[in-house]
């Protein structure tokens, strides 16, 4: 009896002792996997994982730029993780850790060879769109039954959004997603990086304004499923959630996310390795466990975004692999565009004509 | 003067030194750096492993051109005015309601001092951020006033608090009151009541009386506590951007998207110590206050 104690005791220390030793620390997006798989991961590596969490690119870059983060895997979205390759932010990945890469989908990979070339420092590991979130019986009221609701005129257009305006609007509080937005309505490019095109999105921006509640990237997910608002421009996934908090609430809201027809921005968000990461082995274990075709169609099957592992998709439910709104069909496919980040001159400009749209100064 | 005398008042300067003075070089440096796309974001970085030539390159480098930058655009002045504004007229309300407080506190009686201050002291049990977002419950279009004011009958459609200027100030006003009401409450307590009863005797009015003997009295308190309020109000980014609107524009929010959304460091460490600068000149003028009063006391 004793002697079974003493080996409890020994055994336990020592699983400490090693899991001092063998942390793995992941720092991803909220709301973003089903914790089963996390738990999982610790039983089948032997790794102890230190989960965190964000909830903007920017705070995450921050960290990264400030260097000594303590991260092993971090999730920036693809034009950040490109500005924090060339800031040496990450190391490349060593792909004979990582198996599992065969799974993963050439149609994304040729996508995010943009922000990465040849895929060399990040995985995919889920992807989207910017698009609408209407809660549709409102708007019909309101605007009747042709309103637009799969159309950026439904909030570009003044008219539209005058009379939206009193069952309330919002708009992420992006630059980097609002001004390709207004691009697109105006037919010009999106990705332009001119500053006398982009200066031409500010009169599209303002002329809404004085018809948007707010500015904010994550209250709309709420907002919309309580029925306080009836139209955002948000992430797919996020107003799929919304969605998915409306039929669970039974309130009579029905939400629905629209791609615009016009376009939509396309985003990927990546995980890479830190390049001061104090665990590379575990950071690459990680990768490779989550790019696991049954793991990674858990994660989506969870939070309902797509991703970028084609060998998942046998694994998804029909509520995500069947639905348009998550694997948009070819003809919205074909529409999507993506963007490049700025340099820091045209930011700053970008920056002050948000902050100048916004407050009105 | 001996060893341990020397010591003893080096301390707090090593303090002084170690949290003010450091951090203040660094930031000052990083103000007078370029941007650029590396690990940290702004360069020059200085490399000891060249000498004295590196050395010389690293100070050759350093230039003033983001200050120059914060004059040409005109929304750095219109921050700085607007986060003044919105500080002094703070002080002023949180003064207006927290002087009848601390002159209730001084003028109860001794038994329940305790007992109020540990009223007036009570909020700070709880987290800063969770009294703001309880706000937010209360004001918004939804929320409990609103709510109250409609089944009252005073109003038919909800006010627009939340997300204006007036949000704003609540905010500010519930946060920073008990720095405003215990430096006059300890001022007003001191006061000795006779002073009152003879000017009753020589047939002064009550209210009179309280404004040429109790106010004048309790002055260092008011100045302390007006201090108390109107520094941290200045560079305020919590209140405002929990219960403010995106229209209101303080040096706070315009220093928070320097730093994260445009990347900007060395713009930003400019903002800062140019706020810095602006917050200096009432510290010194606090200061050269408490001096007086010292040497009054004296």
């Known amino acids: 009896m004793s002697n079974r104690v003493l080996m409890l005791a020994a055994a336990g220390s020592m699983i400490a002792l090693s899991a001092a030793a063998e942390e793995v620390r992941v720092y991803n997006w909220s709301d973003y996997i089903d914790e089963a798989l996390l738990a999982q991961f610790e039983e089948e590596t032997g790794y102890e994982l230190v989960y965190d969490v964000f909830d903007s690119n920017e705070l995450l870059e921050t960290r990264m730029l400030a260097g000594g983060s303590g991260y092993d895997v971090v999730v920036p979205t693809g034009t950040f993780l490109q500005r924090q390759i060339q800031a040496g932010a990450f190391q490349p990945l060593d792909y004979d850790l990582l198996p599992n890469a065969g799974n993963m989908w050439d149609v994304i990979m040729d996508r995010t060879a943009q922000y990465d070339p040849g895929n060399e420092h990040a995985i995919n590991y889920m992807w989207g769109t910017t698009g609408l979130g209407v809660n549709v019986g409102r708007v019909r009221e309101i605007l009747g039954e042709d309103a637009p609701v799969n159309s950026l005129e439904l909030v570009f257009n003044p008219e539209n959004m005058e009379r939206l305006a009193e069952c309330g609007v919002y708009f992420l509080d992006a630059p980097t997603e609002m001004i390709p937005a207004a691009l697109t309505y105006i037919g010009e490019d999106p990705d332009s990086h001119d500053p006398d095109v982009i200066a031409l999105a500010e009169p599209v921006l303002t002329a809404v304004r004085p018809y948007v509640q707010n500015f904010h990237s994550s209250e709309y997910i709420n907002a919309l499923a309580n029925g306080d608002i009836c139209v955002a421009i948000g992430w797919s996934g996020d107003v799929l959630q919304a969605r998915a908090r409306a039929e669970e609430a039974g309130n009579g809201v029905v939400i629905e996310y629209h791609a615009p027809v016009e376009g939509a921005q396309m985003w990927f968000d990546m995980m890479a390795i830190p390049v001061d990461a104090p665990n590379p082995a575990g950071a690459h274990a990680f990768l490779n466990f989550i790019m696991d075709a049954e793991n990674m169609a858990a994660a989506s099957n969870y939070v309902f975004f797509a991703n970028g592992n084609l060998a998942s998709q046998e694994f998804l439910v029909s509520e995500v692999i069947d639905d348009t709104a998550v694997y948009p069909d070819e003809v919205t496919m074909a529409a999507t565009y993506t963007t490049r980040p700025y340099d820091a001159r045209v930011q700053r400009l970008v920056t002050r004509m948000w902050t100048r749209i916004k407050s009105g100064t | ?298």
């Open chain 2, 1 to 298: 003067m001996n060893l341990a005398r020397r010591t003893l008042i080096g301390i707090p300067y090593l303090w002084l030194l170690l949290l003010f003075l450091v951090p203040f070089g660094i930031i000052f440096k990083i103000s007078l750096s370029d941007y650029a796309v590396s690990i940290p974001p702004y360069t020059p970085t200085l490399d000891l492993s060249e000498g004295w030539q590196g050395i010389r390159g690293f100070f050759a480098a350093l230039d003033w051109e983001n200050y120059v930058f914060l004059t040409e655009d005109d929304l750095y002045w219109r921050a700085y005015l607007s986060s003044l504004k919105i500080a002094v007229i703070s002080t002023f309300l949180t003064l207006l309601v927290g002087y009848p407080i601390a002159y209730g506190m001084a003028k109860s009686a001794p038994e329940w001092r305790p007992m109020l201050m540990m009223l007036v002291i009570l909020p700070f049990w709880t987290s800063f951020l969770i009294r703001v977002y309880a706000w937010i419950g209360i004001l918004s279009n939804e929320g409990y006033l609103n709510q109250l004011l409609l089944w009252t009958g005073i109003i038919s459609d909800p006010l627009q608090i939340m997300n204006t200027p007036t949000a704003v100030y609540i905010g500010i006003v519930y946060t920073y009151l008990p720095f405003m009401i215990l430096p006059i409450y300890a001022t007003l307590e001191r006061m000795d009541d006779s002073l009152l009863e003879a000017a009753e005797d020589l047939g002064c009015s009550r209210l009179s009386a309280f404004w040429i003997i109790t106010l004048p009295l309790s002055r260092s308190g008011i100045i302390a506590g007006s201090f108390l309020v109107f520094i941290p109000a200045l560079g305020e980014f919590v209140i405002p951007s929990l219960l403010g609107g995106s229209s209101t524009l303080m040096i706070g929010k315009v220093l928070w998207e320097e730093f994260f959304s445009n990347r900007d460091w060395p713009v930003a460490s400019a903002v800062a110590i140019i706020l810095l600068l602006i917050l200096v000149i009432p510290i010194i003028l606090f200061q050269k206050n408490q001096e007086k009063n010292q040497e009054a006391d004296a």
